[in-house]
């Protein structure tokens, strides 16, 4: 097949797709199956679908998950595609156990938005205790909230676009717009906002919590993948490794034979899926060996103007969401340029990013002893 014949546009031919993938996988591993789980109302038919197998002499459970950011798990179910078919019949079925993870955010993959129905960033939202956090807003957020919050209808795009980027970049250094595209800090203070991580654990944080640890519970090495996009380099995958690794970023660069690879900095922000679902292995299980890693793929540049375009986006797509369009151009324009962010239907993006999922996932896996 080729790469770009995995990608499909709508939540329920990706989910299709992934599902009959199934009698593949069960021709190398007879125990396969699937697991699904729904999210919000049964009938509005919100799954998350895995596809699972476990090793007879259980030592490594290897688990990849897709679209915790909605939108961005068209790109994900394209990669587990490409996964099953060229990485999965080179792994050791008596040994390593399987939990590929369909589209953890089903009402937003299907609406192509990234947060969950609640307008929740599920990852801000892996906290136990949102006690600390409740109302809580960084002073840049506070200092900028009349454009974080919507509070009116997109009446002229164009317009609202210059008043955007002039203000933008007045009011914010680099480093803060920097900061918007590839690690925003979370607010916890206002449910129409950008980056809003939410006053409980959402239901699909708190099943996938639950479910990891039983996952994890019968094997010694738990090796993690989540895949993104929008952060980093343009057409390129940054690996990224949590807190919880012992080692530092140049050490994981040599052992993987990549560059960009780099450790979580995370001092502002709260409720990081990948570096919750590690600590909570590290804890519950403090014998067991873990490498929790998120992998981006990046879809604009790393420039000012790509930062601006991105936040650009964010804040147009929220306020179109909660509040309207005057003009139906407007609305499209709006969901192009979310799309080109998180979903780029480019060709070329989608072949590169294709040979920098392989060789990610080959690197990792071959650390891993795995491959
Ligand atoms: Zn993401």
């Known amino acids: 097949m ?7 546009n709508d939540y329920e031919s990706s989910r299709d797709h992934f599902r009959n993938q199934l009698s593949s996988i069960a021709k190398i591993r007879q125990d396969a199956y699937l697991d699904t ?3 919000g109302d049964r009938e509005d038919d919100n799954s998350v679908d895995i596809l699972a197998s476990d090793a007879s002499s ?3 459970l290897l688990t990849i998950t897709a679209g915790e950011h909605g939108i961005e798990g068209y790109t994900g179910s394209a990669l587990l595609s490409m996964f099953i078919e060229n990485f999965l019949p080179h792994l050791n ?3 390593t156990g399987l939990r590929l993870v369909h589209s953890v955010n089903p009402w937003g993959m299907r609406h192509c938005r990234r947060v969950t129905e609640n307008n929740v960033d599920m990852n801000r939202n892996y906290l136990l205790d949102f006690s600390q956090l409740r109302d809580r807003a960084d002073n840049e957020y506070e200092k900028h909230k009349s454009l974080f919050n919507p509070e009116a209808p997109i009446q002229n795009l164009n ?3 210059s008043f955007l980027l002039s203000y933008l ?5 680099e480093k803060e717009l920097e900061r918007l595209k590839n690690t925003p800090g979370g607010q916890y203070k206002y449910p129409q906002g950008v980056f809003y991580g939410g006053s409980v654990m959402e239901e699909t944080t708190r099943q996938l919590a639950d479910r990891y640890k039983e996952w994890a519970e019968s094997y010694d090495h738990i090796v993690h993948i989540d895949l993104h996009t929008g952060g980093g380099p343009m057409n390129e995958l940054t690996m990224i490794f949590m807190d919880g690794d012992s080692r ?4 994981l660069q040599k052992s993987l034979g990549r560059k960009n690879v780099s450790k979580t900095n995370n001092e502002d922000v709260s409720g990081d899926s990948v570096e919750f679902l590690q600590k909570m292995i590290q804890t519950v299980y403090p014998e067991k060996r873990s490498v929790f890693a998120l992998f981006e793929f990046g879809t604009i540049e790393e420039s000012t103007d790509g930062y601006l375009f991105c936040a650009k986006a964010m804040i147009n797509e929220n306020q179109l969401h909660f509040e309207g369009a005057r003009f139906s151009e407007d609305e499209m324009s709006v969901r192009n340029d979310f799309t080109r962010l998180f979903n780029p239907a480019d060709k070329t993006w989608q072949s590169s990013i294709f040979k920098e999922a392989e060789k990610g996932f080959r690197s990792l896996l071959k650390s891993e ?3």
């Open 248 to 251: 530092s970023a140049s050490e």
């Open 37 to 39: 789980y729904y999210i």
């Open 169 to 173: 970049q007045k009011n914010l250094t």
């Open 2 to 8: 080729t790469e770009n014949s995995f990608f499909n």
């Open 93 to 95: 079925p008596e040994t």
């Open 369 to 371: 002893n795995l491959i």
């Open 58 to 60: 259980r030592k490594t």
């Open 159 to 161: 317009k609202q676009n």
